[in-house]
């Protein structure tokens, strides 16, 4: 146990280094001279939500609490005593470009040299006011007043612009600095959940907002509106603030009306989410830009606090991420018409209305048209404008064969002679060059490990899984027996048998031949591991990929005929679960806490009790409980290696949610909820937070939101599990799926999966790495399915296929790439097959009766298997559980 630990320490110094030179620059901003007078005091003001706390001498928020619970702050004014520097972002500051006499645009920002404000008479609504003058260069042709004031019981934040020059000024950029308290440097997991917020941005124009909350996803969430001339039409990151970005401070952003002048410089090389503009302003004109804070109960009220504050609400189906054969469908509400619609490209999408005023929602058809990202901006006839961005894909079924050709071609590495015996496999490519990824500073990435490098394989593995082809399976068993098996997982009956290594791939320049490492790689980083390093097992991590390696095997074996030739199924589950049992035995230090793809242990746990072997599975049971156990006796049961993380809130809850630890699994979903958000923006829409894993398996390496990184289909997992007990909470299904279809978004049209895509405005694109895009594959794999239900706002919908009412029959023609389950909400009724295929279901609203409809056999497949969750009588055969049903060369109906 001493040694496994040492070795988790020594994986460690990558946080430790991180942390070290976080720590740096902390100490530097210590050192720097305070310049917000923060001795001078605060002014506390009161709203019927809110308890504002100014400082005296800047006017900026100290704090912001809800009245319910003063002991909470939304911003990090825990740290003001530190942060109190010029350079460094309050929230009340603004930021401006303006274009000077020669063209160029100058900057001019109240957070670059501090200095005390005028203070403004104040009366009526406004709590407090000031000039900014003092604060700003005195070169700059416009004076800025801001205003906090009161409205309803919100909190109004105001700033008035006056042109003060005798010439026109174009102001190209503006931005008030978004500074909440998502510093979790120094906190321990509780003290996160306690103290700290994350924040996510509809950046839709006219109709966008700010979401803040609480890790925890308890108590009040803060949000904000635009409330005058302040489209949300870019998000753009503070890189300048000094505020140290790392694993646990993702750095602030800004809210911008305006940001052309940004995207003619720093942001011409990407597409952004809205067209770029500027406003002008005449000699002497002064204009008022305006933000409002609102207090949300909880999460889910969102939408509903929307429609209370006459915002408008958008709702898409199946979400924002459109299949080219999925009839999708909008709902808008809001207080006045639609008056017109636009699509960029033109002929990415067609929006058909259906309905103008159905339980007062103006109801379109959406159908995707051209692969790729697409704009649709509603304006209503009071001229407010709403952008929602979509992506559209290719069919679930060409986007998954097309990954599952890329992979096993592309990604096919058969180099004879390597000297680290990778051959054959699928590697690590990077697009941006059309090449393999055969060595990296990071030897994991080239090392077929960890989840950077395993995850060519797996996403190719995982893909057999929904549809397999012989030709792939025949290639990957090739990768199995000769580099998997032996290779990255030890086979010697010792010890390590069933050990995963951490790489395959080292540095270790004096016991290989010359020549073997690239000139061009800087190798002397912690990241270079040596071969004593890189064959560590300790890495819990490791082990959840290759067991899901094995497990599928088993059911691609199990459940078909000749698809799997090389072992015997039973060979590959007994693998499974010595896997599993191995990542207790020889890695226990980091398998204390949840693992990415988790889910598979119990998965395999449940195929082990259905073939019978029932001392391997309460064997495994047990390992499982015991982790179980101790997460349940922790606050917040879902720490990692990391001060924070994400990743294993997918096991966490699958498991506590198996033992009946329901207050543990219900913690968990909340916090997941309190991060993965559902809005009208397909990058958005169930987007699980994580922020740090470019630097580790990205190739544009940097702290930065990632758009749909694995988080987003592991963590649909535990939501969409959630939804099916209680079906009644529609936000489940629509967070859920955002993050189920996420995890498939960002697939090429040609079919290659990338660790993930670039938020940062400057860039909106995928990463060029395919790194560790196979863990977010194994959550789609293993949890794609059709959700059928009716919605009393909306009707009947469905989520992975196409609804056409006949009479009292709803059927659904299903449109997932496995095509192998579905939920029928009505009924609470889990239709699931281990062979065969969907290829639509009925449901009779008058009798209750469901009818399924399976596609013929095929080459590999002439039998279904069917599961139902329900006391069903079926005259069919029963094998382990489930009927045997003989397919036909022709589709066959079976009612339920």
Request: glycine content about 8%; proline content about 4%; hydrophobic content about 35%.
């Amino acid at each position: 146990m001493k040694n496994i630990k040492l070795l988790a320490l020594v994986f460690c110094c990558a946080m430790a280094s991180n942390n070290l030179q976080s720590q740096e620059y902390w100490d530097k901003i210590k050192a720097k001279k305070s310049t917000l007078e923060v001795e001078k005091g605060v002014t506390v003001l009161n709203t019927k939500s809110f308890e504002l706390k100014l400082l005296k001498s800047s006017q900026t928020v100290a704090a912001l609490s809800p009245l319910s619970d003063k002991t909470f702050d939304f911003t990090p004014g825990e740290r003001l005593s530190i942060r109190d520097k010029d350079g460094l972002y309050q929230l009340g500051d603004i930021n401006l470009r303006i274009k000077a006499a020669d063209g160029s645009w100058k900057s001019y920002s109240t957070a670059t040299k501090r200095a005390t404000v005028t203070a403004l008479d104040v009366s009526g609504n406004t709590l407090a006011a000031a000039d900014l003058s003092n604060t700003l260069p005195a070169d700059i042709p416009v004076t800025i007043k801001r205003f906090y004031e009161q409205k309803d019981g919100n909190l109004i934040l105001r700033f008035e612009i006056t042109n003060k020059s005798n010439a026109v000024q174009e102001i190209g950029a503006l931005g008030v600095p978004m500074v909440f308290n998502n510093i979790l440097e120094g906190k321990t997991l509780d003290e996160t959940h306690l103290h700290n917020v994350f924040f996510d941005p509809y950046i839709g124009k006219d109709a966008g907002y700010l979401e803040v909350k609480r890790l925890s996803g308890h108590g009040p969430a803060l949000l904000l509106l635009p409330e005058t001339n302040m489209p949300f039409e870019a998000y753009r990151p503070l890189l300048d603030d000094e505020t140290p970005r790392s694993i646990v401070f993702e750095g602030f952003h800004e809210w911008m009306p305006f940001s052309k002048a940004y995207a003619e410089q720093e942001w011409k090389s990407a597409e952004q989410w809205n067209t770029p503009t500027s406003l002008t302003l005449k000699s002497g004109e002064t204009k008022s830009f305006a933000l409002k804070f609102v207090l949300v109960d909880q999460i889910e009220n969102i939408q509903s606090s929307l429609i209370k504050n006459e915002r408008p609400v958008a709702v898409g189906v199946p979400g924002y991420v459109l299949p080219l054969d999925v009839n999708g469908q909008l709902f808008l509400k809001y207080k006045k018409a639609v008056k017109s619609l636009k699509i960029e490209p033109e002929d990415a999408l067609t929006v058909e209305e259906k309905s103008k005023n159905k339980n007062g929602y103006f109801q379109y058809v959406v159908h995707g048209k051209k692969w790729g990202r697409a704009r649709l901006t509603v304006t209503y006839e009071d001229g407010l404008e709403q952008t929602i961005n979509y992506k559209v894909i290719k069919s679930e079924t060409n986007t998954v064969n097309d990954f599952g050709h890329f992979s096993t071609t592309a990604q096919w590495f058969d180099k004879k002679d390597d000297p680290f015996h990778r051959n054959p496999s699928v590697i690590s490519y990077d697009y941006e060059t059309k090449k393999q990824v055969s060595q990296d500073s990071r030897v994991w990435i080239a090392g077929l490990s960890d989840e950077g490098g395993a995850g060519g394989w797996l996403g190719a593995i995982m893909k057999e899984l929904i549809a397999p082809k012989k030709e792939e399976i025949e290639k990957l068993e090739k990768f199995i027996d000769n580099t998997l098996w032996g290779g990255i997982q030890y086979n010697t009956a010792d010890t390590l048998k069933y050990g995963v290594k951490k790489s395959v791939f080292y540095y270790e320049p004096t016991k290989m031949p010359e020549g073997t490492y690239s000139k061009d790689i800087n190798y002397k980083t912690w990241a270079a591991w040596d071969k004593k390093g890189a064959d560590d097992p300790g890495r819990s991590y490791n082990y959840p990929h290759v067991a899901a390696a094995h497990w599928t095997m088993y059911r691609l074996a199990r459940y078909h005929d000749g698809l799997v030739t090389n072992h015997s199924w039973d060979w590959y589950l007994k693998n499974a679960y010595e896997t599993s049992i191995a990542m207790t035995r020889v890695a226990p230090y980091y398998a204390q806490f949840g693992q990415m793809e988790g889910t598979v242990f119990l998965l395999i746990l449940k195929d082990l009790k259905t073939e019978g072997y029932t001392e391997m599975a309460n064997n495994l049971e047990a390992k499982m409980k015991e982790r179980a156990d101790h997460w349940k006796s922790l606050n917040y049961p879902f720490g990692s290696e990391m001060p924070w993380d994400s990743t294993g809130q997918e096991e966490v809850y699958m498991w506590s949610d198996y033992f009946g630890y329901n207050d543990k699994a219900k913690v968990t979903l909340d916090a997941i909820l309190a991060y993965m958000p559902t809005m009208p923006h397909w990058a958005y829409n169930g987007n699980a937070r994580r922020y740090w894993d470019f630097l580790y398996g990205g190739k544009l390496s940097r702290v930065e939101r990632q758009i749909h990184h694995y988080g987003s289909a592991l963590n649909a997992i535990p939501v969409l599990e959630q939804f099916k007990k209680t079906p009644e909470d529609f936000h489940l299904l629509k967070v859920g799926y955002g993050g189920l279809l996420g995890g498939i978004s960002n697939i090429t049209e040609d079919g290659f999966g990338p660790s993930a895509f670039h938020s940062y405005p400057e860039t909106l694109r995928i990463d060029y790495l395919s790194g560790d895009y196979g863990s977010g594959f194994f959550g789609y794999a293993v949890n794609t399915a059709t959700f059928i239900t009716n919605e009393k706002e909306y009707g009947w919908l469905a989520f992975g296929g196409n609804v056409n009412e006949k009479g009292d029959e709803i059927e659904v023609e299903i449109t997932t790439a496995a095509k192998s389950k579905v939920f029928v909400a009505p009924k609470k009724l889990w239709l699931t097959l281990d062979a065969g295929t969907f290829n639509k279901v009925t449901y009779n609203t008058k009798t209750g009766a469901v009818t399924i409809t399976l596609d013929p056999k095929t080459t590999y497949t002439p039998n279904a298997y069917l599961r139902v969750d329900q006391d069903v009588k079926l005259s069919y055969e029963k094998v382990r559980g489930a009927y045997k049903i003989a397919l036909k060369n022709k589709a066959i109906q079976i009612k339920l």
